[in-house]
């Protein structure tokens, strides 16, 4: 075991660690432009909902129904008030169908 083995097996291994070290720049540079891209798109998302908030919608006052006839009144609140208990009546389906489909073994519960 001259000199000339030892400067082969330091060189292989200089080699190794350099091509151990580029595969590990490359993974992160992979991941750092997924999350540029991602950062991108949020961006985008981010300026459109800016854009959203700073055109704040009129709000109109409600129609006073002291001199409005009462029939539609009564009809309209008929409507609003069958509306309201035919949601309350789809959330507690959606409820009695998600506890049908319960299962305790979801990894939620451990």
């Known amino acids: 075991m001259g000199v000339t083995f030892w400067v082969w097996t330091w060189t292989l291994l200089v080699v190794f660690a350099l091509v151990f070290l580029g595969l590990i720049t490359k993974s992160l ?33 409600p129609e006073d129904s002291l001199l409005a006839d009462q029939g539609l009144v ?16 789809q959330r507690q389906r959606r409820l009695i169908a998600s506890l049908k489909r319960f299962d305790p073994n979801e990894s939620r519960f451990h």
């Not at 009564?74 to 009546?89: F, G, P």
């Open 74 to 89: 009564l009809a309209r609140r008929k409507a609003l008030l069958k509306a309201k208990i035919k949601k309350q009546e």
């Open 29 to 61: 540079f992979n991941r750092l432009l997924s999350a540029a891209h991602q950062l991108e798109r949020i961006t985008t998302k981010l300026e459109s909902l800016s854009a959203l908030l700073d055109e704040k919608p009129s709000i109109q006052r």
